[in-house]
């Protein structure tokens, strides 16, 4: 299979440009693309302010990372620019992602960054500087097979991000390199300590980049005043056992934090936007045999007839065997062979032949 990481008389001396955020996997990715022989430039976005939050009381997340990025390019000798997308990050993540929560889904802007801003407007302007290719310390590698590039999975599979890069198209693909697909987390604070890099014990943040203490309630009420928006929490038998301060508050499968009582442990099965009603039931009412996909988008030939693959609901899923019925307008009916608990309206489900990520799409 094929992987442009590892360099032959083709890709001597090629242009990369790597996307740095100051932190280790993509440090690490940029010196050992240097290290390999290839003519390095260091990019950071700068994407999202947090210190534009009246709340904020740290040092700015973003500017903070592209000071660290440009520190280790220095470390390097390598060239390192920084570009300003907050506007296109606002109108392409942040409103998508505040309107999700509005309509009662649970988004998941990473997937959605990844393809319009990480692996669009940065690519572009990679290709604009000359580069050949955009890397990122993504944990992922590149697979070719029948003529298409493929998200193959990371070696380290508690940190494999494939899930998140399921809507590349090939173009995209195609000025791709990941050079941390075969390692795992130890081997890369290793290389960065050989490396002398001195974030080789840098922490990693769990959190979302724009919001780097990771509450998104406080978060969505400051950017939209979603406080106003109480209502009922309601029972699958239609009883209302209680009030909710906003439905953007819940998820799917949620059980801690209710406030409800109840003669068994309740769960959020369901969250009607439009009633602005949160409803709850037992554990049983989480299952679910089917689910509708849209949006889907394909590494393999659109399918017109149904098939039998394995498919992921979330990233901490493992995936499970389902068959896909195609439906109109990029749509797709997923059954599972076995019902699965906690299917999320507004989360990806990206469907997998074995390692390699072959579509994917938006739980409807």
């Known amino acids: 299979m094929w992987n442009p990481f590892f360099l032959d008389e083709d890709y001597v001396k090629k242009r990369v440009v790597v996307a740095m955020s100051g932190g280790v996997d993509s440090s690490v990715?940029?010196?050992l693309l240097k290290e390999q022989g290839y003519e390095v430039i260091?990019?950071?976005?700068?994407?999202?302010?947090?210190?534009?939050?009246e709340t904020a009381d740290e040092e700015c997340h973003s500017n903070t990372a592209v000071a660290n990025a440009q520190k280790i390019a220095e470390t390097l000798q390598i060239p390192f620019y920084s570009v300003n997308f907050e506007t296109d990050f606002r109108r392409q993540i942040i409103n998508r992602f505040c309107s999700d929560y509005l309509s009662g889904r649970?988004?998941?802007?990473c997937a959605v960054c990844n393809k319009k801003i990480k692996f669009g407007l940065l690519l572009e302007k990679a290709l604009e500087l000359g580069a050949d290719f955009l890397?990122?310390?993504?944990?992922?590698?590149?697979?070719?097979?029948?003529?298409?590039?493929?998200?193959?999975?990371?070696?380290?599979?508690?940190?494999?991000?494939?899930?998140?890069l399921f809507a590349l198209n090939q173009q995209q693909l195609s000025h791709c390199l990941f050079p941390l697909g075969e390692l795992n987390k130890s081997q890369v604070r290793q290389h960065a300590a050989r490396l002398g890099l001195q974030v080789s014990e840098k922490?990693?943040?769990?959190?979302?980049?724009?919001?780097?203490?990771?509450?998104y309630v406080s978060f969505l009420e400051h950017e939209q005043g979603f406080s106003a928006l109480c209502g009922d929490i309601v029972h699958v038998s239609g009883k209302v056992?209680?009030?909710?301060?906003?439905?953007?508050?819940?998820?799917?499968?949620?059980?801690?934090?209710?406030?409800?009582?109840?003669?068994e442990p309740l769960y959020v099965i369901a969250i009607d936007a439009s009633k602005q009603q949160v409803i709850v039931g037992e554990k049983e009412h989480l299952s679910c045999t089917e689910m509708t996909v849209e949006q889907c988008c394909w590494n393999i030939?659109?399918?017109?007839?149904?098939?039998?693959?394995?498919?992921?609901?979330r990233y901490?899923?493992?995936?499970?065997?389902?068959?896909?019925?195609?439906?109109?307008?990029?749509?797709?009916?997923?059954?599972?062979?076995?019902?699965?608990?906690?299917?999320?309206p507004g989360q990806a489900a990206v469907f997998y032949s074995d390692d390699l990520v072959t579509g994917g799409g938006w739980i409807q």
Request: aromatic fraction near 8%.
């Open 203 to 215: 922490s990693e943040s769990q959190d979302l980049c724009f919001i780097p203490d990771g509450d």
């Open 316 to 344: 901490r899923h493992t995936e499970v065997p389902v068959t896909v019925e195609p439906l109109d307008h990029a749509r797709v009916k997923v059954i599972f062979a076995t019902p699965q608990d906690g299917v999320t």
């Open 241 to 263: 056992l209680g009030q909710h301060q906003g439905t953007y508050r819940y998820t799917i499968g949620q059980r801690k934090g209710l406030g409800v009582g109840w003669k």
């Open 106 to 109: 649970t988004p998941n802007p």
């Open 135 to 164: 890397a990122t310390g993504h944990y992922v590698s590149l697979a070719e097979a029948d003529g298409q590039l493929f998200i193959r999975k990371g070696a380290d599979k508690n940190k494999d991000q494939s899930y998140f």
């Open 301 to 313: 030939p659109e399918p017109v007839e149904a098939f039998t693959t394995t498919c992921r609901i």
């Open 42 to 53: 260091g990019l950071t976005m700068h994407h999202w302010d947090t210190c534009a939050k």
């Open 29 to 31: 990715t940029a010196a």
